[in-house]
């Protein structure tokens, strides 16, 4: 069975830093784009960060450029995503996905999702 796993969520004051890992499991997930996207309360969900297979590639959306790095180790099979000098905007479920077509900011671009991590940002 296919399996993505976050963890690393949790409640951090503004200005604080989370480390979030995407974990995966019943396949090789080293030739697929990985991606981290977020859904806050009553919003859609959006894209946050996506980076290429080999790690060569990354990008990032605009509300989270320069504070938010994407990492991954293919010999682990997970996905990082260190978030710094986070904003109460942040709080959202944060979802991380992989597709083999490619480091898209869309969904239908990613193949499997995970369940999601939480994420409070306290002002």
Same mark, same amino acid.
């Given at each position: 069975q296919? /399996?993505?796993?976050?963890?690393?969520g =949790?409640?951090?004051?503004? =200005?604080?830093?989370? +480390?979030?890992?995407?974990?995966?499991?019943? +396949?090789?997930?080293?030739?697929?784009?990985?991606g981290?996207f977020r /859904?806050?309360?009553?919003?859609e969900?959006?894209f *946050?960060s996506?980076?290429s297979?080999?790690?060569g590639?990354?990008?990032?959306? @605009?509300s *989270?450029?320069?504070?938010?790095?994407i990492?991954?180790d293919?010999?682990?099979?997970?996905? &990082?995503?260190?978030?710094?000098?986070l904003k109460?905007?942040d709080t959202?479920? &944060?979802?991380?996905?992989?597709?083999?077509?490619?480091m898209?900011?869309a969904?239908h671009?990613? @193949?499997?999702w995970g /369940?999601g991590?939480r994420?409070?940002?306290?002002?």
């Amino acid at each position: 069975q296919v /399996q993505l796993v976050e963890s690393g969520g =949790g409640l951090v004051q503004a =200005g604080g830093s989370l +480390r979030l890992s995407c974990a995966a499991s019943g +396949r090789s997930f080293s030739s697929y784009a990985k991606g981290w996207f977020r /859904q806050a309360p009553g919003k859609e969900r959006e894209f *946050v960060s996506a980076i290429s297979w080999s790690g060569g590639s990354t990008a990032y959306a @605009d509300s *989270v450029k320069g504070r938010f790095t994407i990492s991954r180790d293919n010999a682990k099979n997970t996905v &990082y995503l260190q978030m710094n000098s986070l904003k109460p905007e942040d709080t959202a479920i &944060y979802f991380c996905a992989a597709g083999v077509r490619g480091m898209g900011s869309a969904f239908h671009e990613y @193949d499997y999702w995970g /369940q999601g991590t939480r994420v409070t940002v306290s002002s």
